[in-house]
C-alpha cells in the first residue's frame, strides 16, 4: 500500500510540475509588435493583423511617417499585411506564417516588420541577451544587449561582428 501511495505521489508530483512549465510556455507572454515606416519610405502598410489584433486601415503621422506599437500578451501563428508599393503603385497582401519560428521566451521582445529595398516584406525577433552586440540595421534606433534573429522570408540569426 505504502509503494502505491508513493508511487501515486511521485506521478502527481512529476505531472503537477510538467503542466506548470507547459502553462508557462503557453501562456501569456508580453511582447510587442513593431512597424516604423521610415525603414522604408517607398512602401505604405495599408492593413495588419497580429494575435487577434488588427487595424483595418494605418494611416500616417502628419511627418508622413507610419509608426506602429502594439503590444500583446499572446503569440500570434502569423502576421497578415497588406502593402502598397509607391513606386509601381500595386498593392500586395500575405500571410507570413510564424508558427515554430519565433524564440521560446518571447516575454519583453519584439516582432518588427520592415520592407528590404526591393519593397518586400522581412519579419524580426527581437529578444533580450545579455552580452549581445549593439545591432544598427534598423533605422529606428539601436538594440543593445539583444538578439535579432530574422523568421521570415528566411530563418537566420543574424550575426553581429
Not at 12 to 27: D, K, Q, R
Not at 50 to 63: A, D, E, K, Q, V
Not at 150 to 156: A, G, T
Request: glycine share 6%.
Amino acid at each position: 500500500m505504502k509503494t502505491t501511495l508513493r508511487s501515486a505521489l511521485r506521478l502527481f508530483s512529476i505531472t503537477s510540475i510538467f503542466l506548470t512549465l507547459s502553462a508557462c510556455a503557453l501562456g501569456p507572454t508580453h511582447h510587442v509588435f513593431i512597424y516604423q515606416g521610415y525603414d522604408n519610405p517607398d512602401v505604405d502598410l495599408l492593413e495588419w493583423e497580429y494575435s487577434g489584433y488588427s487595424r483595418g486601415r494605418t494611416f500616417s503621422l502628419p511627418n508622413g511617417i507610419t509608426q506602429i506599437s502594439h503590444g500583446v500578451n499572446l503569440l500570434g501563428k502569423d502576421l497578415k499585411i497588406k502593402w502598397r508599393d509607391n513606386f509601381t503603385q500595386k498593392t500586395y497582401q500575405t500571410d507570413i506564417p510564424l508558427s515554430g519560428k519565433l524564440p521560446f521566451n518571447m516575454h519583453n521582445a519584439e516582432i518588427r516588420l520592415i520592407f528590404n529595398e526591393f519593397n518586400q516584406p522581412e519579419v524580426y525577433a527581437i529578444h533580450e541577451s545579455p552580452g549581445a552586440k549593439k545591432y544598427f540595421k534598423f533605422k529606428g534606433g539601436v538594440y543593445t544587449n539583444k538578439l535579432v534573429k530574422q523568421v521570415y522570408p528566411i530563418e537566420q540569426e543574424i550575426k553581429i561582428e
